[in-house]
T-cell receptor, first 112, second 111 residues
Framework: ETGVTQSPTHLIKTRGQQVTLRCSSQ?????VSWYQQALGQGPQFIFQ???????GRGNFPPRFSGLQFPNYSSELNVNALELDDSALYLC???????????FGPGTRLTVL | QQQVKQSPQSLIVQKGGISIINCAYE??????FPWYQQFPGKGPALLIA?????SEKKEGRFTISFNKSAKQFSLHIMDSQPGDSATYFC??????????FGQGTTLQVKP
């Protein structure tokens, strides 16, 4: 059984650019949650997708947006990148929205 | 009310000792309390989780103690090993949805 995978592993962007991060959920899981983890901090919830619909959002501005596809993989898009967006972006999948969340390895985003 | 406060920030334990990490929450609607272990450059891995209907849960060397009235829960790692050296995060949520994480505890187990 394949776990949660994320791509790319690392990414370097400049301020003002846009970025798309991708996540493949664990087999059989229909829920994907995205988190931002700044260096030395705990992960912070961005939003959750359940069966292709947004199912909750954290305290992040609208320039953070997402999608979930029919195969339950997901994308996180960030527009107008700011220096403070530099972080590890984590994707977690769960069997259903009320089940345990299993995290992928993350994408390290650096904004210069 | 959404915060989860974790302590200590860092911890050094001798091999074979007991590591104890504490967390406190405010929101009484929380009903799911997991602990995650994270190694450098990796995503968090679910270690053990508890719901408020029990006061203790044990899985191998890892035990969660839960005090509902005090709104506190803790992770105990028995017989700590150098391979346990990692950052540990407590979290809380309602219905296992949006996880609210603590700030993390960096554990170093000395051989």
């Amino acid at each position: 059984e394949t776990g949660v995978t994320q791509s790319p592993t690392h990414l370097i962007k400049t301020r003002g650019q846009q970025v798309t991060l991708r996540c493949s959920s664990q087999s059989g899981h229909n829920t994907v949650s995205w988190y931002q983890q700044a260096l030395g901090q705990g992960p912070q919830f961005i939003f959750q997708y359940y069966r292709e619909e947004e199912n909750g959002r954290g305290n992040f501005p609208p320039r953070f947006s997402g999608l979930q596809f029919p195969n339950y993989s997901s994308e996180l898009n960030v527009n107008a990148l700011e220096l403070d967006d530099s972080a590890l972006y984590l994707c977690a999948s769960s069997l259903d929205y009320y089940n345990e969340q299993f995290f992928g390895p993350g994408t390290r985003l650096t904004v210069l | 009310q959404q915060q989860v406060k974790q302590s200590p920030q860092s911890l050094i334990v001798q091999k074979g000792g007991i590591s104890i990490i504490n967390c406190a929450y405010e929101n009484t609607a929380f009903d799911y309390f997991p602990w995650y272990q994270q190694f450098p450059g990796k995503g968090p891995a679910l270690l053990i989780a508890i719901r408020p209907d029990v006061s203790e849960k044990k899985e191998g060397r890892f035990t969660i103690s839960f005090n509902k009235s005090a709104k506190q829960f803790s992770l105990h790692i028995m017989d700590s090993q150098p391979g346990d050296s990692a950052t540990y995060f407590c979290a809380a949520s309602r219905n296992t949805g949006k996880l609210i994480f603590g700030q993390g505890t960096t554990l170093q187990v000395k051989p």
